[in-house]
């Protein structure tokens, strides 16, 4: 085997390595945010109609999705992503509301 193959061989690992432990971390870091987002609204330390609660929620999905579809776990991604759109949904509804409100 000559020497460019090795470096070819071990680079490729190294970025193997490297895009795991991202999406690791963004799988771990979304989990963060929604168990963070569902804590704050249980104990009524945020409102569960803010903006911040969606965008959290919407924020935290995604960084699942990320994770899930790098590891083919597609119903998991599925539910994530129809979780983005109620969270976005939702969102743009408490944006509506702060604007005929004033």
């Given at each position: 085997m000559e020497v460019t193959d090795l470096f070819i061989?071990?680079?490729?690992?190294?970025?193997?390595?490297?895009?795991?432990?991202?999406?690791?971390g963004s799988g771990w870091l979304?989990?963060?945010?929604?168990?963070l987002a569902y804590a704050l609204v249980s104990f009524k330390k945020m409102?569960?109609?803010s903006g911040a609660y969606q965008l959290m929620n919407a924020g935290g999905s995604a960084l699942l999705?990320?994770?899930t579809v790098f590891?083919?776990?597609?119903?998991?991604?599925?539910?994530?992503?129809?979780?983005?759109?109620?969270?976005?949904?939702?969102?743009?509804?408490?944006?509506?509301?702060?604007v005929q409100n004033t």
């Open positions: 061989r071990e680079s490729y690992t190294q970025i193997r390595m490297m895009t795991k432990f991202l999406v690791d979304g989990a963060a945010v929604l168990l409102p569960p109609d999705i990320v994770n590891y083919r776990a597609f119903p998991s991604a599925f539910v994530n992503l129809i979780w983005i759109f109620i969270a976005t949904a939702a969102y743009l509804r408490v944006k509506r509301r702060a």
